[in-house]
């Protein structure tokens, strides 16, 4: 009789403790620095979704990858870097029917407007230069390989201060904390005392699309899905545009 009742007891368990997505509920996650047009394209979803409603988690791309693979319910993933979704289908989390993506993006440097930034070199220049944090923040990353190719990796030893997020990297240059920042251009759209001084050359770095992915947390999951036909949408193209984001 015990041997009966084990399993069961087992399996009414497990029933409790899941947690599968509401009827309208979307888990979305996302980088930091596309919070405020992210905001901007669920409001305007859930008008035309009314009861549609979102959880949302913003966090640097490789950090919310690592809460996916751990577990973490989330039923839309978009990243500033296409690597950590493919890291995550191949790990079976991601439907690999449900990627595409989602805007393009450039590195630029922003700092006090008196600065005069005309290349790469002038950065040797600068005493402290904020970067995300090259293992999970993707700006950063693509910084840290824009100086070596760029050959000033070395000149810029020392002077490079490491933040955990891209809008933290940006405030930095706001407050003056350092003298420039390296960020997306999205980013540096925003900001209101410091300014852009140079637009960092493609042919320096990696340039990926932004990625965004349904993961295999819940395939019957339509909302999630419905969100992502809607930012593919040419409405949702035409307010990333307003935001900064590039097509190509």
Known sequence: MLRQIKPLLIALLLALTATPALAGEIRLAAGMGMKEVLNVLTTDFTKAHP?????????????????????????????????????????????????????????????????????????????????????????????????????????????????????????????????????????????????ILYTVPHELYTRTPFTMAVTNRDASNGDAKAFFRYLESAEAKGILEKYGYLKE
């Not at 690597?83 to 991601?94: A, R, T």
């Not at 904390?177 to 005392?193: F, G, I, N, Q």
Request: aromatic letters at 6%; hydrophobic letters at 45%; glycine letters at 8%.
């Open 51 to 195: 009861g549609t409603t979102f959880i949302k988690t913003y966090a640097a791309a490789g950090a919310l990858a690592m809460q996916i693979e751990n577990g973490a319910p989330i039923d839309l993933y978009i990243s500033a870097d296409t690597k950590w979704v493919n890291y995550l289908q191949k790990k079976n989390l991601i439907d690999g029917k449900w990627v595409a993506p989602f805007a393009w993006n450039d590195i630029v440097v922003v700092g006090r407007p008196s600065l005069k930034i005309g290349s790469m070199q002038d950065l040797t220049k600068l005493k402290r230069i904020a970067i995300g944090n090259p293992t999970s923040a993707p700006a950063g990353e693509s910084a840290m390989e824009a100086f070596r190719n760029a050959g000033i990796e070395k000149q810029l030893a020392g002077k490079l201060v490491m933040t955990r997020d891209i809008l933290q990297c940006l405030m930095y240059a706001e407050t003056g904390v350092v003298d420039a920042s390296v960020v997306h251009l999205t980013e540096a759209l925003t900001a209101k005392r410091s300014k």
